[in-house]
């Protein structure tokens, strides 16, 4: 265990001090609440900061109406912001009814200067405000929001720390989400991600395969490995691995059953990465590649370093070595500068990469960014137009694509009891595609097969043949 991790551990137990006088004072055990905003990797952080308000005494609740409040924040868009100030309006009147209670912020949101001038002016209710450079500093933080008065905010610049072995609590039992690398250094110019998550700085291997391995251990059959491009993990240890040598091991721990991963960013996907998903039998036959525009011209202006002839010959090799791969991807529409032409071309390219599903968005102006100050922001009603016409091409194309196992077995994990009908369970084909059968409950987490009668759009209806065996299915 290394330092830093030692010291935390300190102010966990120092913090354990501070909630077991205030489960004096109520008469019964604190609770708390972690509501996360945005991806996959503050997810995955907000697991840790649930797992450090366990550990020191809070017991951890899906409400809002909870003694401690914290929300893991997005600001990828400007309506990420607008939404957590609504729900901090929330928290006040919640508050005035609970003296007692406490309400933090941290993520991304929070890096951003002018946020935390208006906190600070307007919001003075909120008692700890943090970042995403020194989330591990969490339990420190606490225990100053309990030990000083008034708003306590600690904002890092970056940091060249990754600090491991934190506690942890979970959402899923059987599958996990594992943050193999923070930051990033492509500086897509509509993009406010490098500027709020730092450089890139990537996790041990031994670390992540340590990690691996306890989840395994704990029941785990799934694995996402998340970065904001993972085509870059390791590219600053002092031993460099590719992100291709990384799964190549990851591939070896016994009892996983699957791998995922995201985000691979199409300028620097290798053929070495190609191979091992093509003769993997754990990588998973899905593939997030996020496009974002078909137009070269448009490309250049967003910094995205490849062409669309290029993203083309990429998706065409991956199509040719992976057959049964299904490729996701996002796309901006409205970018400054962008005509009808340039839609045209993304448009193209749709038809002819086929996604099985496309998370297509109106270009959202993040100030700090390059394209924030780019002249030709494209009037709303072209980029409604634009956005409409994508869209439908998107769901014409992707529910052709997600058809095509119609009839077929597949191997699905089972993720839920379906939330609309109880007697349904819920689960994800390897290539990320949903199906509904019916089924028990005891049958969430394990993998069985499925037979995919009906394609209903984006997901199947089918019905169980058997648990895992059979080999003809995909
Ligand atoms: S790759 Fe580009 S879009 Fe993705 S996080 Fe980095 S800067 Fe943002």
Redesign the pocket.
């Known amino acids: 265990m290394c330092q830093e991790t030692e010291r935390q551990y300190y102010y966990m137990d120092r913090a354990r001090q501070h909630v077991q006088a205030l489960t004096q004072q109520l008469g019964r055990i604190p609770t708390c609440c972690v509501t996360t905003f945005g991806c996959q990797m503050n997810a995955r952080d907000s697991e840790k900061l649930a797992g450090i308000l366990r550990r020191v005494g809070y017991e951890v609740t899906e409400t809002e109406d909870a003694d401690f409040v914290i929300f893991n924040t997005c600001t990828v868009r400007d309506n990420a912001n607008q939404r957590v100030y609504g729900r901090l309006g929330e928290l006040k009147s919640r508050k005035k009814h609970n003296p007692a209670m406490k309400i933090a912020l941290c993520g991304c949101m929070m890096q951003e200067p002018a946020v935390i001038e208006k906190l600070r002016s307007s919001y003075r209710f909120v008692d700890l405000v943090f970042g995403t450079h020194n989330i591990f500093k969490f339990a420190e933080l606490l225990c100053r929001s309990f030990e000083e008065q008034g708003m306590i905010v600690d904002i890092w610049e970056d940091t060249d720390q990754i600090v491991e072995d934190l506690p942890v609590e979970r959402k899923y039992p059987f599958k996990s989400g594992i943050n193999i690398m923070f930051g990033?250094n492509?500086?897509?110019s509509y993009?406010i991600?490098?500027y709020v998550r730092g450089r890139e700085r990537s996790r041990e291997p031994m670390e992540i395969l340590r990690e691996i391995r306890q989840l395994v251990a704990e029941g785990v059959v799934e694995v996402m490995l998340l970065g904001?491009?993972v085509n870059s993990y390791g590219k600053n240890l002092e031993n460099p691995i590719s992100f291709a040598q990384l799964l190549r091991e990851v591939e070896q721990i016994e009892g996983l059953e699957r791998i995922r991963f995201m985000?691979s960013?199409p300028k620097d996907l290798s053929e070495e990465l190609i191979q091992v998903m093509k003769e993997s039998k754990k990588i998973c036959r899905h593939l997030h590649l996020p496009l974002q525009s078909g137009s070269t011209r448009i490309l250049e202006r967003m910094n995205r370093r490849y062409t669309k002839e290029q993203y083309l010959a990429l998706a065409e090799k991956i199509r040719r070595e992976i057959p049964d791969i299904a490729i996701t991807t996002d796309i901006i529409v409205g970018f400054p500068g962008e005509t009808m032409e340039d839609v045209e071309e993304t448009i193209d390219v749709i038809r002819r990469v086929k996604y099985d599903n496309a998370f297509t968005f109106i270009y959202s102006k993040r100030t700090g960014t390059p394209a924030a100050a780019m002249e030709n922001q494209v009037p709303q009603d072209q980029v409604k137009e634009g956005f409409d016409r994508v869209l439908k091409v998107v769901q014409d194309t992707a529910r052709e694509q997600v058809a095509r196992y119609q009839g077929q077995r597949a191997q699905v994990l089972v993720e839920e009891v379906n939330t609309q009908d109880e007697r349904l369970l819920t689960g994800r084909m390897s290539n990320n595609t949903l199906v509904h059968f019916p089924g028990p409950p005891e049958l969430v987490g394990r993998i069985v097969t499925v037979l995919l009668e009906e394609c209903q759009g984006f997901y199947y209806m089918g019905h169980m043949v058997s648990e895992k065996s059979l080999a003809k299915s995909l």
Do not use: G, I, L, R
């Open positions: 990033c492509n500086f897509c993009c991600v490098p904001q491009n985000t960013h």
